[in-house]
């Protein structure tokens, strides 16, 4: 059976504007809020219609869920693989992981945890939120064997990502040394 290339250019076409609404629903979440985003909102900020928004997502639910299992899945191709090359130093490489999602992607940083926290008012987007989790939880397993442990360390660096975020603190290595010493 042979595919007609017309059929594949379209569905590749289609997935780019799908991720590139979902990419515009995270810059709107992270400037607004998630009280910001809209069809509308949305659209402006990916530059199409309203009408290519409501094609791909017939309701705000459906962007926002879409939008979380992107960013998880989208977390988990960046990270794949750094738990086993975390290498001599792994709360050096932890440490820097951290200060990426802190300063050079701290919007984004932003609007991913507001929309994870917004899970917690939508049970419909409680498994894309839980999804979220793995990649982090991944590295986790480079420290410990307990998948308990590995569980409480995702939780600590998620306090520390959000203290950070409010500038409550400032993280650094010393923190996440204190944090490893700890699974030990």
Do not use: N
């Amino acid at each position: 059976m042979q595919v007609r290339s017309g059929v594949d250019g379209r569905r590749k076409r289609g997935e780019q504007r799908r991720s590139a609404i979902l990419d515009a629903v995270v810059e709107v979440i992270g400037c607004d809020g998630v009280a910001g985003v809209s069809h509308r909102s949305v659209a402006a900020q990916a530059d199409v219609s309203v009408a290519s928004i409501t094609y791909h997502f017939a309701t705000l639910d459906e962007l926002l869920i879409a939008t979380l299992t992107w960013a998880a899945d989208d977390l988990a191709a960046e990270l794949h693989g750094r738990g086993s090359e975390l290498g001599a130093r792994p709360a050096d490489e932890l440490a820097r992981l951290i200060e990426h999602s802190l300063v050079r992607r701290r919007s984004r940083t932003l609007a991913l945890y507001e929309l994870y926290l917004y899970a917690a008012r939508r049970p419909e987007l409680r498994p894309a939120a839980a999804a979220w989790l793995e990649p982090l939880t991944e590295i986790a397993r480079a420290f410990t064997a307990d998948p308990r442990k590995a569980q409480l360390l995702v939780a600590a660096l998620d306090g520390l990502l959000i203290q950070g975020l409010i500038g409550a603190r400032e993280v650094d290595q010393a923190d996440i040394a204190a944090l490893l010493d700890v699974l030990r």
